[in-house]
């Protein structure tokens, strides 16, 4: 069955950094897309970034880029958000999820996970 799990997240003053992991059962990160959205109170859910390996691609929003880095460990079929000079506006439920190879920030992503709370605040 296939399984997403969030951690990482929590409270951050701006400038700070956090790493977002995605552990994942059921199907091998390696073989699919594998993407970052986040859900800012009262806002639409928005595309963080996204990598698949198999076709050699990562994206990341004109938002986060340069500051947000995505990887992936196949030994632990783990996804990894590092995330440094965080601001308040990146505060969010962040959420990873899979999708074929060919999917991009649109999609399509068939298996989500929970999510993990990260908040920006002094």
């Known amino acids: 069955q296939e399984q997403l799990v969030e951690s990482g997240g929590g409270l951050v003053q701006p400038g700070g950094s956090l790493r977002l992991s995605c552990v994942v059962s059921?199907?091998?990160?390696?073989?699919?897309?594998i993407g970052w959205f986040r859900q800012a109170p009262g806002k639409e859910r928005e595309g963080v970034s996204y990598?698949?390996?198999?076709?050699?691609?990562?994206y990341y929003a004109d938002s986060v880029k340069g500051r947000f880095t995505i990887s992936t460990d196949n030994s632990k079929n783990t996804v990894f958000l590092q995330m440094i000079s965080l601001k308040p506006e990146d505060t969010g439920v962040y959420y990873c999820?899979?999708?074929?190879?060919?999917?991009?920030?649109?999609?399509?992503?068939?298996?989500w996970g929970q999510g993990t709370q990260v908040t920006v605040s002094s």
């Open positions: 990598i698949s390996s198999s076709v050699g691609r990562t």
């Open positions: 059921g199907l091998i990160v390696d073989y699919y897309s």
């Open positions: 999820a899979a999708g074929p190879p060919s999917a991009t920030m649109r999609g399509p992503f068939d298996y």
